[in-house]
């Protein structure tokens, strides 16, 4: 079964909402969250890794004060997309590693497909 | 910067028959995974490749590693449609706390 889980799976919401994207390890702690971005027909761009407890860590080019990420918790972090518009629909999945066996690969989440009118 | 392609980029193949899908990566990367993704989804875990000369096999997909040559390949053997889907490698950035670089992605069509 899933151990990441992400939510909502889909969002259609106007331009100027901030929407807020929460991804959960179900049965292990991640200190570590990572979050991207894929646009229609190409890969996955990583955008920023969330870290447990202290700032997240962005990619060159990604505004951090549009996407806010908070780690609170080691299974829990969130991204909220502030002032969406319509240029930020994309899909966006995170994914977590477990912490105590580093070698086994990240579990994603199913994605969620943000869509600004 | 590390960067990872691959190719071919787009692979429509008939039924039955085998090919290859290559990933190249630019700087040295000691643990490489496959992924599958479907449309509309998210990504599926293929294999985790670890080592030089790693092979691992799963049913019609068969992946190995040569670090040497900074190479993977995904070996598809007599194709069914149900492996139609983008296959994306990825690869750890040294040092960089489990950070994936993924490759450009193939997308494969199995046609009847």
Avoid at chain 1, 61 to 74: P, Q, Y
Avoid at chain 1, 78 to 89: F, R
Avoid at chain 2, 88 to 105: D, E, M, P, Y
């Amino acid at each position: 079964g899933a151990v990441v889980s992400q939510h909502p799976s889909r969002v259609i919401c106007k331009s100027g909402t901030s929407v807020k994207i929460e991804c959960r390890s179900l049965d292990f702690q991640a200190t570590t969250m990572f979050w991207y971005r894929q646009f229609p027909k190409q890969s996955l761009m990583l955008m920023a890794t969330s870290n447990e407890g202290s700032k997240a860590t962005y990619e060159q080019g990604v505004e951090k004060d549009k996407f806010l990420i908070n780690h609170a918790s080691l299974t829990l972090s969130t991204l909220t997309v502030t002032s969406a518009h319509p240029e930020d629909s994309s899909f966006y999945i995170c994914s977590a590693g477990r912490r105590a066996v580093g070698n086994q690969p990240q579990h994603f989440g199913d994605g969620t497909r943000l869509s600004i009118l | 910067e590390l960067k990872v392609e691959q190719n071919p980029l787009f692979l429509s193949m008939q039924e039955g028959k085998n090919y290859t899908i290559y990933c190249n990566y630019s700087t040295t990367s000691d643990r490489l995974y496959w992924y599958r993704q479907d449309p509309g989804k998210s990504l599926e875990s293929l294999f985790v490749l670890l080592s030089n000369g790693a092979v691992k096999q799963e049913g019609r997909l068969m992946a190995s590693l040569d670090t040497k040559a900074r190479l993977s390949t995904l070996h598809i053997t007599a194709a069914v449609h149900d492996l139609s889907a983008t296959y994306f490698c990825a690869v750890i950035n040294t040092g960089t706390a489990s950070k994936l670089t993924f490759g450009t992605g193939t997308r494969l069509q199995v046609t009847l």
